[in-house]
């Protein structure tokens, strides 16, 4: 995880009003910034009264950038943000939940209760099928009522993480799509006014004044059928 995101820094309260630009002249180390020219400087120093002030003020805000990466942003007041860095955490932060939500097991696990729930009696007459063209199954299956195929089941699959294009060689008993991510941005401590510079400059979608963004997925839960516990239910069921 990258390091804490810089805060926005205030440098000039609108009170400044239209000598904003000729406070950040008088007050800027130009050393430290880059992309200016010696005449724009001239120009803001000059102070509002120059025909070429605003011109100026326009191509230094738009332009100019801190040797630590900073940029300006004026909404009233005159700010100093980081918003590479900002969308380099939020990026590499959605990258790091959208591969837990996709294929670690524990996000696969939460689904694994929908599996039973949302069984119905087409799934018993799938899952008979399936059993008809798959190679390993316990033979006996067949003398087995369905409803009781079901249980086992129910009992006996492993999630999987897949992708909504794929196939399945197994006995897949339900498919999850992962869908659309949320994804609460606040741990990276990137202050508000950073995040509504960077808002609609990310990949995420991030929703207007929050820090929940949201990302979408082609990814699939499946909850598949594992042969050998099956095997050993029907086992069990002959012993009984």
Known sequence: MLNQVKTAQLYADSARGIYIPQYFAETIDWNAIDDWNE??????????DHESYWDAWDSILNNVTTVCGGVL?????????WPD????????YCETMEEYETTHIDAGNN???????SWVDTNTDSLVQALQDCDGIDSRWKDIEPDILAAYALESFDMESGHIFSSHN???LESFPVGEIEIDLESLGIDGLTMDYIRESCDAYIRDGSTLAY???????????NIETFNAYISQHFQD
């Open 39 to 48: 005449d724009e400087k001239d120009i803001l120093l000059a102070g509002p």
């Open 85 to 92: 860095q900002a969308r380099d955490a939020v990026s590499e």
């Open 170 to 172: 197994g006995i897949v």
């Open 215 to 225: 990302i979408s997925t082609d990814a699939v839960w499946l909850a598949v059928l």
């Open 111 to 117: 689904y694994s209760f929908l599996v039973a729930e």
């Open 73 to 81: 942003w004026q909404d009233g007041d005159l700010w100093i943000v």
